[in-house]
């Protein structure tokens, strides 16, 4: 097995108890990171909890059951980026910027931000 697939199929087992609306955000949005690097793959980081997109780190995803939400973080400051009104893109560490997925309304508007961290990588 390859670390694409290994990784994918790790990530998508890591929320396998998740309500389904959060099952369906986090594929939803695991799937367009692949679609934007398809030879990539998701790297667990156990420091963060995070799943870091491989090779290029432009994006991360963090299921967060408690809080109801999947958690990005992408590749650019905020200020960096186009803001969207249903996204709250705030600072993270460095040179990355972060913020939430509650809603599938929010998809829409967290692909074009995660579409733009990855042309950024390039």
Do not use: C
């Not at 108890?17 to 934007?36: F, G, H, I, N, T």
């Amino acid at each position: 097995m390859t670390a694409t697939a290994s990784g994918n199929r790790a990530f998508e087992s890591s929320y396998a108890l998740a309500e389904p609306r959060l099952k369906l955000l986090a594929k939803e949005l695991a799937d367009y990171v692949r679609q934007l690097a398809p030879s990539g793959y998701l790297e667990f980081a156990p420091d963060s909890k995070r799943w870091v997109e491989r090779p290029h780190n432009f994006v991360t995803i963090k299921v967060q059951p408690r809080a109801r939400s999947v958690a990005i973080t992408i590749a650019g400051r905020p200020d960096q980026h186009v803001r969207y009104p249903d996204i709250d893109l705030k600072q993270d560490r460095g040179s990355y910027a972060r913020f939430t997925v509650e809603r599938t309304e929010q998809l829409s508007s967290a692909k074009r931000l995660i579409r733009a961290a990855h042309d950024r990588s390039l």
